[in-house]
């Protein structure tokens, strides 16, 4: 049980473009899922807490704009990367809270290369 | 300020024990976890302790907490090569029950 899904594992894309990365919960229900950025060799970064059927709270330096977040149900959430530039290469990883721990458990991650 | 830290790297012989070390500096922190992740890969929930114990076993894996010097380890022993990973210690803090505050992650080497 508790297992959390993301789509696509790794995506390269062109400047400029948006992409779009699914997480989902299979097995369980998840009213607050969050989105995390991993650089090479360092630790994980919140990018943003959403909670279902509301705005999600985005981290101090995380641009909004540029890192759409939409929890449109329990065992959904997606991150749109807008306009995505080389800077913007990292994996994505994401986590949803609940399960029977009740504790977060998280997804196997999305790599993005942007070219 | 939430500050977590972990020394980098660690190389053990397979067959010893490993113990991975972590410091935290809120000392408002209600549960601590232990996450591995392999390479390109997500994190796997190992363990956790809350905040008022000291010690929790799980087969191969022990946590000690000591609340006073804000000091968490995990003890993983007969170190197997599948162990080889990042360990990853976080913290939650009282008031913020799901938002995890990661550390810098130790990079454990098993040798044979």
């Known amino acids: 049980g508790a297992v959390v899904s993301q789509h696509p594992s790794w995506v390269i894309c062109k400047s400029g473009t948006s992409v779009k990365i699914e997480c989902r919960s299979l097995?369980?229900?998840?009213?607050?899922m969050f989105w995390y950025r991993q650089f090479p060799k360092q630790s994980l970064m919140l990018m943003a807490t959403?909670?279902?059927?509301?705005?999600?709270?985005?981290e101090q330096g995380v641009e909004k704009d540029k890192f759409l977040i939409n929890h449109a149900s329990l065992t959904l959430s997606t991150l749109t990367v807008t306009s995505a530039h080389p800077e913007d290469s990292s994996f994505y990883i994401c986590?949803?809270?609940?399960?029977?721990?009740?504790?977060?458990?998280f997804g196997p991650g999305t790599r993005l290369l942007v070219l | 300020g939430e500050d977590v830290e972990q020394s980098l790297f660690l190389s053990v012989r397979e067959g010893d024990s490993s113990v991975i070390n972590c410091t935290y500096t809120d000392s408002s922190s209600t549960y601590l976890y232990w996450y591995k992740q392999e390479p390109g890969a997500g994190l796997q929930l190992l363990t956790y302790i809350f905040s008022n114990m000291d010690m929790k076993q799980d087969q191969r894996l022990t946590v000690l907490l000591n609340k006073k010097d804000k000091h968490l380890s995990l003890r993983i022993a007969d170190t197997q090569t599948g162990d080889s990973a990042i360990y990853f210690c976080?913290?939650?803090?009282?008031?913020?029950?799901?938002?995890?505050?990661f550390g810098t992650g130790t990079r454990l080497q098993v040798t044979l």
């Open positions: 986590s949803a809270f609940g399960g029977v721990e009740e504790t977060q458990y």
């Open positions: 959403s909670n279902e059927g509301s705005k999600a709270t985005y």
């Open positions: 976080a913290e939650t803090l009282t008031g913020t029950a799901s938002k995890l505050t």
């Open positions: 097995d369980f229900q998840a009213t607050t």
